[in-house]
């Protein structure tokens, strides 16, 4: 049962543009989501997260915004680099100590 | 620095063989985790521990064996049992199960049978 889903596994983006990553959730436990991003061969890297009592989390370039009753969070990238060519994974947790990742988008940011 | 170090970056196993991935942290972190990611897939959990010489099982722990017998070390062992072990496993940490906080991840082994 896969409680967080991304279902665009791959997105492309001109260089300057704004790259939106989607990841909706089913459970409602969930107080704390996060967004990494990963190189092959690498560990994710965190990003950025947002808590359930928040609606919109910012840092730079990142902004993620949470829609609860949606139960959806999306992360807008302003402006697309190349080094931001990478898979995105979101991340839910009901701080049980479990997380849910979702499957992954992988970008491509073009010039 | 601090950060989780994983080894070997690259491991082989042969048939009816038990392996044994490394995973250790400076980050005094309390909780300990290990997730398997196949290609496509998200990172499915295997095994986590929350303290030492405590653990619990993910969602995928059949053919994985750990021990949390210090708080910086959580070595993850695939078994024989487990008859698809080829993927790259993640090793990650966090500095509390209730505190909200982002999970720090190791560069990962990438296993492959012979």
């Known amino acids: 049962d896969q409680q967080v889903k991304q279902n665009s596994p791959s997105l492309s983006v001109q260089e300057g543009r704004i790259s939106i990553l989607n990841c909706d959730y089913t459970n409602s436990m969930f107080d704390y989501f996060l967004w990494y991003k990963k190189y092959p061969a690498e560990g994710p890297t965190f990003l950025i997260s947002?808590?359930?009592?928040?609606d919109k989390n910012e840092d730079g370039r990142f902004t993620v915004f949470l829609n609860k009753s949606a139960k959806h969070l999306s992360l807008h990238i302003v402006p697309s680099q190349p080094g931001d060519s990478a898979v995105y994974f979101c991340?839910?947790?009901?701080?049980?100590?479990?997380?849910?990742f979702g499957a992954g988008t992988q970008v491509v940011v073009t010039p | 620095d601090g950060g989780i170090t994983q080894s070997p970056k690259y491991l082989f196993r042969k048939e009816g063989q038990n392996v044994t991935l490394s995973c250790e942290q400076n980050?005094?972190?309390?909780?300990m985790y290990w997730y398997r990611q196949d290609p496509g897939q998200g990172l499915r959990l295997i095994y986590y521990s929350q303290i030492v010489n405590d653990f619990q099982k993910g969602d995928i722990a059949e053919g994985y064996s750990v021990s949390r017998e210090k708080k910086e070390s959580f070595p993850l062992t695939v078994t024989s049992a487990q008859k698809n072990p080829t993927a790259f496993y993640l090793c990650?940490?966090?500095?509390?199960?209730?505190?909200?906080?982002?999970?720090?991840f190791g560069d990962g082994t990438r296993l492959s049978i012979l």
């Open positions: 980050l005094n972190h309390d909780a």
């Open positions: 990650a940490s966090t500095s509390g199960v209730y505190s909200n906080q982002p999970q720090h």
């Open positions: 947002i808590s359930s009592i928040k």
């Open positions: 991340a839910g947790t009901d701080s049980w100590g479990k997380f849910q």
